[in-house]
T-cell receptor
Framework: DSGVTQTPKHLITATGQRVTLRCSPRSGDLSVYWYQQSLDQGLQFLIQYYNGEERAKGNILERFSAQQFPDLHSELNLSSLELGDSALYFC???????????????FGEGSRLTVL | AQKITQTQPGMFVQEKEAVTLDCTYDTSDQSYGLFWYKQPSSGEMIFLIYQGSYDEQNATEGRYSLNFQKARKSANLVISASQLGDSAMYFCAMRELYNFNKFYFGSGTKLNVKP
């Protein structure tokens, strides 16, 4: 158990709909990262937060948005869903890395989104 | 330019043999970390091994070792005595200390261990 909790684990919805994926980071971790993994593909970086502030953005579509709340949990909102949005969405958390420790990302189990 | 390059989309190895998964990286940061993750068919991401940019010795964790060649910017993963349970997707990743702690992943190598 990584300590990162993602809900829901599975989600099936229709094109044009909107969904919200939720992530609770490990206790004490201030950084949250979101990744998208389409079938048999690598991890595409979407967005990164640190202590409630957006820190870096990847190839995140305008239809997607995210935020990190004061209690450090994060939500990824996906709207006007298309078939191609079907993927496994990972949330990961870590401490703010200063180089002195390993600084690995701890991943949740992912939210598998299927758009029909 | 790609930050992390994994040139082997798929590999086969015989059980009990050693295998090397290639990874090259691109950064101008002096302080960075290199990581390998394993993703079995069940989907979870499992952290395997870490190498810091200032570490002079190659990292080892059980049957995993990281062959770090800083001048060549390569961070190959070596798995010794392969087991059937090693069949999975393997991702190389890098974290840049002075670039907002960004964390980049390669495209992955799918390893199949043959009995």
């Amino acid at each position: 158990d990584s300590g990162v909790t993602q809900t829901p684990k599975h989600l099936i919805t229709a094109t044009g709909q909107r969904v919200t994926l939720r992530c609770s980071p490990r206790s004490g971790d201030l950084s949250v990262y979101w990744y998208q993994q389409s079938l048999d593909q690598g991890l595409q970086f979407l967005i990164q937060y640190y202590n409630g502030e957006e820190r870096a953005k990847g190839n995140i579509l305008e239809r997607f948005s995210a935020q990190q709340f004061p209690d450090l949990h994060s939500e990824l909102n996906l709207s006007s869903l298309e078939l191609g949005d079907s993927a496994l969405y990972f949330c990961a958390s870590s401490v703010e890395w200063s180089g002195g420790s390993t600084g690995e990302l701890f991943f949740g189990e992912g939210s598998r989104l299927t758009v029909l | 330019a790609q930050k992390i390059t994994q040139t082997q989309p798929g590999m086969f190895v015989q059980e009990k043999e050693a295998v090397t998964l290639d990874c090259t990286y691109d950064t101008s940061d002096q302080s960075y970390g290199l990581f390998w993750y394993k993703q079995p068919s069940s989907g979870e991401m499992i952290f395997l091994i870490y190498q810091g940019s200032y570490d002079e010795q190659n990292a080892t964790e059980g049957r995993y070792s990281l062959n770090f060649q800083k001048a060549r910017k390569s961070a190959n993963l070596v798995i010794s005595a392969s087991q059937l349970g090693d069949s999975a997707m393997y991702f190389c990743a890098m974290r840049e200390l002075y670039n907002f702690n960004k964390f980049y992943f390669g495209s992955g190598t799918k390893l199949n261990v043959k009995p």
